[in-house]
């Protein structure tokens, strides 16, 4: 059966996760409701991560398997045309091998994490960004941060839910930068991993908004960090300001 990449860009508001469900509304299910629409029969698609609900994507990858051979922009087009009015756009496809894997080929993950930061409610950003009123210190925030790059053993941030055989991850690199918008003042967390724990990255961002508001020291971080105990996390920050922005393959399968 040929074998599709597809880069798929939703609002994650809508929808209870990635993974589909049989009684609430998945981005998985959206997609392979319009799948349905092109072929019958058409396999189970798999995903490079699943996020969860209200979490945002730009750059989920996603690989499915059709009886026929489609050029790859008519398959995007078509399933567009039938993933309407739903807030999911495929934005790229194409062929790839048959042992391709959207999740298992995949050789690193990127995130952002917005948070709005200013005193007047979110308007035309609401359900986009997570909105903290009082003063962050970033500067602070990149001190906290520097603990958390490099391979570590990552139990105290991760969800007690998790299913990763091992806490151990190496994280690749978290920048954080202030961006001035006509909304106000935005603080940006990147963030890029071969892969990541449940909950890891909004662990990351709750935790760090502690030290930037000044209730913690930027070394409180590495202690949390040291103590390998959920309970030492700071919050989890909310989902509506995650986007899961790219995944990286050892060749791009839409360049």
């Not at 050789?107 to 609401?126: D, P, Q, V």
């Not at 151990?168 to 930068?177: E, G, P, Q, R």
């Not at 892969?195 to 930027?218: A, C, D, I, M």
Request: hydrophobic share 40%; charged share 25%.
């Amino acid at each position: 059966m040929p074998r599709y990449a597809l880069k798929v860009e939703y609002d994650g508001g809508p929808f209870s996760g990635w993974q589909w469900q049989d009684d609430r509304p998945s981005v998985q299910g959206a997609i392979e409701a319009a799948l349905a629409r092109l072929e019958r029969g058409v396999p189970r698609i798999g995903a490079a991560g699943r996020t969860d609900a209200g979490v945002h994507a730009r750059g989920q990858v996603c690989h499915c398997d059709m009886a026929k051979d489609w050029a790859p922009g008519t398959l995007m087009n078509a399933l567009n045309h039938h993933l309407k009015p739903s807030p999911v756009a495929i934005v790229a496809a194409a062929s790839v091998p048959e042992d391709w894997h959207a999740r298992f080929s995949a050789r690193e993950r990127r995130y952002l994490f917005r948070i709005l930061n200013r005193r007047a409610r979110a308007t035309m950003e609401a359900g986009q960004v997570w909105q903290v009123q009082r003063p962050l210190d970033v500067d602070a925030m990149r001190q906290g941060a520097a603990h958390l790059v490099g391979r570590h053993d990552f139990t105290t941030f991760r969800s007690t839910m998790c299913q990763a055989k091992s806490p151990v991850k190496t994280l690749d690199a978290l920048d954080i930068a202030e961006v001035e918008t006509g909304a106000g003042r935005e603080i940006h967390v990147s963030l890029s991993a071969r892969s990541f724990l449940h909950n890891q990255v909004r662990s990351f961002v709750g935790t760090l908004e502690k030290v930037g508001s000044g209730s913690w020291p930027p070394e409180r971080v590495r202690e949390a960090l040291d103590a390998r105990d959920r309970a030492a996390c700071g919050p989890v920050a909310p989902p509506q300001g995650l986007y899961l922005t790219g995944v990286g393959y050892p060749e791009d399968p839409f360049a």
